[in-house]
């Protein structure tokens, strides 16, 4: 294990400007190994500063965030780890945008229904979204293409003016855990080590990491949950036939294949094929890795190796069983994993199961949303798959027109003064957590969140006690649909 010295920072002042060596490392000193397998880090790292907020991961909520606070006039640095925006939509090659409809009207607003449209403008998108979204009619679910959503998430953040550092993990935090404030981030990237200082902060790794190395509270899969929802490792997908391809009778045909002794796993519960452009493009969702834990490197790696063979699995089994997809190429897999669960904050409000089945709204909610709970199969007994069933189809599945809230204080980190979560890390129980990750509603967090640290910035109120009436009123004022009649200067809280 490493550590690295919280002492060690040079100011920029002391050093010049920002960079002003050249590199990470001033020197490296101090280094000792002990016989308990514990490495002491020691080094100088150069400091920049002058931000006024750093957002850890370029997802949909990150990349959200950066663009709104920067709209909104604040100076932002986006750190992200790949080489590109859009998290798991486009690294993961989760090409779909669900859901967006209550059934009656678009619940989605905002940055997201900006992006939506671009790319339907750009006819980049599913053609069922081409036809109805451009007549206005609400549509569940679209389609889109990752490339042309790369484009779009660089373009806004360039004309926003955010600063976007690719290939840049954030690696540690010089937090005061007890004044719950935190300073800067430590970077590593083909530079080396970095420390970015600034006035605000949002986590928007999927995975919580900035917050947990803040030591603020969190929950871990596998940790503090008996199970872990498995993850998938989707795939982009060519040459697919859509006049003769139907998922009618996929289900059929899995458990024909799993009679045959087809598959490696008698794994009944396939997404499958979604199409996500126009042409003949589609994407793959098909195969659960059971048993991995995304927060620990070596079962992360094993997933990756094992995703891949599925995908060539699934791809031999749609090209014998189903109709269209005789030629179907598989085109790449993701260069991320398809976590669907790992670690969530525990926030100054965790979303529960009963706000859920009650379709709770809140005064102070930044977002409506009106997914099912989608709690996929832990393992490949029957018990599993009936109880997924049951859940995601029937037992409380929001019904036409309803919808359920998501609160400001479910991107709060509890009692944290310039720390912000958004997207799938946010503060809810495990049930609502597999309701609220999908990519709109991400993007909405990360747009609430991004409008927050302005207002917090501007006025000074820190993140555990903001203004929410104010903050409504400016998401709405940015195209939010936030229907809630009665307002709240605070927040609403865990009841303790
Ligand atoms: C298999 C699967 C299928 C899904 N299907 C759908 C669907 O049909 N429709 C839908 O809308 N949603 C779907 N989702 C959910 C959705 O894609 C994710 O939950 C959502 O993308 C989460 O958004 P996020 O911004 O919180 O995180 P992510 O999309 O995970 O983005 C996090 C970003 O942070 C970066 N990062 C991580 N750690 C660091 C670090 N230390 N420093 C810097 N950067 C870092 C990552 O590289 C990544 O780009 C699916 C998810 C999975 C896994």
């Known amino acids: 294990m490493n550590e690295i010295s919280r002492r060690s920072f040079l100011t920029s002042s002391a050093l010049g400007t920002a960079g002003a060596l050249g590199g990470s490392a001033a020197h490296a000193g101090e280094n000792t190994a002990s016989s308990q397998g514990i490495y002491r880090l020691t080094r100088e790292i150069s400091v920049e500063e002058g931000f006024d907020l750093v957002v850890a991961g370029g997802g949909p909520a990150g990349a959200a965030a950066a663009i709104c606070a920067a709209r909104l006039g604040a100076k932002v640095v986006l750190l992200e780890a ?22 009656i009207r678009s619940v989605v607003g ?11 403008r750009d006819n980049a998108a599913s053609p069922n979204a081409l036809t109805s979204f451009k007549k206005g009619n609400p549509v569940g679910a679209i389609g889109f293409q990752p490339e042309a959503l790369k484009l779009l998430l660089d ?10 550092r690719f290939f840049t993990r954030v690696v540690e935090a010089d937090a005061d855990s007890r004044q719950r404030r935190l300073h800067g981030v430590i970077t590593s990237n083909v530079e080396g080590l970095r420390y970015l200082r600034a006035k605000a902060f949002i986590d928007a790794t999927g995975d919580a990491i900035l917050a947990d ?35 009618k009778n996929q289900q059929a045909m899995v458990e024909q294949a799993i009679a045959d002794g087809f598959f490696s796993q008698a794994d009944r519960h396939v997404p499958g094929v979604i199409r996500n452009g126009p042409g003949n493009t589609a994407m793959m969702n098909a195969g659960h890795l059971f048993h991995t834990n995304a927060l620990k490197t070596r ?4 997933a990756m190796s094992r995703g891949r063979r599925l995908v060539q699995e699934y791809a ?8 269209g997809c005789e030629n ?29 089945k009650a379709r709770r709204h809140f005064p102070d909610q930044i977002a409506v949303y009106c997914k099912a709970i989608d709690i996929h199969v832990y393992d490949l007994t029957p018990e599993e798959y009936k109880r997924y069933h049951e859940e995601y189809t029937k037992l409380d599945k929001p019904k036409r027109g309803e919808s359920y809230g998501l609160p400001y204080g479910i991107l709060v980190p509890k009692g944290w003064t310039n720390l912000w979560v958004a997207g799938r ?34 006025t000074g109120q820190p993140a555990c006690d903001l203004d929410t009436a104010k903050l409504v009123e400016t998401l709405r004022a940015s195209g939010a649909y936030l229907p809630q009649t009665e307002l709240s200067k605070t927040m609403t809280r865990a009841k303790v």
Request: charged residues 20%; aromatic residues 6%.
């Open 82 to 103: 790949t080489g590109s925006l859009g998290g798991m939509g486009t690294s993961a090659l989760v090409s779909l945008w669900y859901s967006l409809t209550d059934g």
């Open 328 to 356: 179907m190429q598989v085109v790449a897999t993701g260069t991320l994993l398809g976590v669907r669960e790992s670690r969530r904050i525990v926030g100054e409000y965790e979303l529960n199961h009963d706000d859920f």
């Open 299 to 302: 079962s992360l790696s094993d």
């Open 316 to 323: 031999a089994f749609y090209r014998k069983y189903m109709p």
């Open 110 to 120: 905002g940055l997201i229904l900006e992006v939506i449209q671009a790319l339907c």
């Open 213 to 247: 190395l803040c030591g603020a509270a969190a929950r871990a899969a596998g940790r503090d949950t008996p199970k872990i929802m498995p993850p998938t490792l989707c795939a982009a997908l060519a040459d697919i036939d859509f006049e003769k391809f139907s998922k």
């Open 155 to 164: 373009k806004l953040c360039h004309d926003a003016g955010v600063e976007v």
């Open 425 to 458: 890390c946010n503060s809810s129980d495990v049930k609502v957590n597999g309701a609220i990750r999908d990519q709109p509603a991400c993007s909405m967090m990360g747009q609430a969140a991004g409008t927050a640290v302005v207002q917090s910035l501007r």
